[in-house]
């Protein structure tokens, strides 16, 4: 079983920066895939960001150029949020797709952008 844990939301002004991480524990041998997803008030659930094996990236559209997602560690894998926007307020979730395992993911972590 896989156990995943998210942190560093909180509460930042428009403009601001956060760093959210991503840390997987359980009997892991490899984890090829990590997103992150989020979800708005009132809004469904949205994929933010992906990284497969070392550096393979992508993003949506909206974070593009703001966001970057990067693997810290073995299994952890961080989201630097740059430029927040209230828009950008949500609940923000990490899902690992470790080997031999089902996708796991997290409680989330509460990002709330002021304007």
């Known amino acids: 079983q896989v156990h995943v844990v998210e942190s560093g939301g909180g509460i930042v002004q428009a403009g601001g920066s956060l760093r959210l991480s991503c840390a997987a524990s359980?009997?892991?041998?490899?984890?090829?895939?990590v997103g992150w997803y989020r979800q708005g008030p009132g809004k469904q659930r949205e994929l933010v960001a992906n990284i497969v094996a070392v550096d393979i990236t992508t993003y949506a559209d909206s974070v593009k150029g703001r966001f970057t997602i990067s693997r810290d560690g073995k299994n952890t894998v961080s989201l630097q949020m740059n430029d927040l926007q209230p828009e950008d307020t949500a609940v923000y979730y990490c899902?690992?797709?470790?080997?031999?395992?089902?996708?796991?993911w997290g409680q989330g972590t509460q990002v709330t952008v002021s304007s």
């Open positions: 899902t690992v797709d470790a080997y031999g395992f089902p996708p796991a």
């Open positions: 359980g009997n892991i041998y490899d984890i090829p895939s």
